[in-house]
C-alpha cells in the first residue's frame, strides 16, 4: 500500500512537502513517480525516482522547483515543492513501479493521493 500526507492550501510562493509512506514491498526494490490530476485534466507527471540512488526526473513545469527523495529506511518517498504556483492545485498521487517510467499506465500500486491547493 502507498499513503500519501502533506497535502494542503497554501498560498502562491509557498512550499509543501509531500510524504508517501510505502508498505507491504520493499521499497529499495522499486521505482517511484508521483503524479497529479486536477479537475476536468488528464493526469500528468510530476517526478519520478528510480530504485538505484541518484536517478530523478521532472518535467518542464517541475524542475528546478520540485525534489524527489527516497528514504528507504523509513519506507517513504517525498515530494519538496517550492515556489508554488495556482496552476499546481491537483491531487498528488504516488506510484509504484519496476522502473521510473514517464507513463502513468505503467505503474502497479498507487495511493490514494493528497489534495494540494494554491491560492493566488
Known amino acids: 500500500q502507498l499513503r500519501e500526507s502533506g497535502g494542503g492550501l497554501v498560498q502562491a510562493g509557498d512550499s509543501l512537502r509531500l510524504s508517501c509512506l510505502v508498505t507491504g514491498h520493499t521499497i529499495n526494490r522499486f521505482a517511484f513517480g508521483w503524479f497529479r490530476q486536477a479537475p476536468g485534466k488528464e493526469r500528468e507527471l510530476v517526478a519520478t525516482?528510480?530504485?538505484?540512488?541518484?536517478?530523478?526526473q521532472y518535467t518542464d513545469s517541475t524542475k528546478g522547483r520540485f525534489t524527489v527523495s527516497r528514504d528507504n529506511d523509513k519506507s517513504t518517498v517525498y515530494l519538496q515543492m517550492n515556489s508554488l504556483k495556482p496552476e499546481a492545485s491537483a491531487r498528488y498521487s504516488c506510484?509504484?513501479?519496476?522502473?521510473?517510467?514517464?507513463?502513468?499506465?505503467?505503474?502497479?500500486?498507487w495511493g490514494q493521493g493528497t489534495q494540494v491547493t494554491v491560492s493566488s
Open positions: 506510484a509504484l513501479g519496476v522502473s521510473d517510467y514517464d507513463a502513468p499506465e505503467k505503474y502497479d500500486v
Open positions: 525516482i528510480s530504485w538505484t540512488v541518484g536517478r530523478t
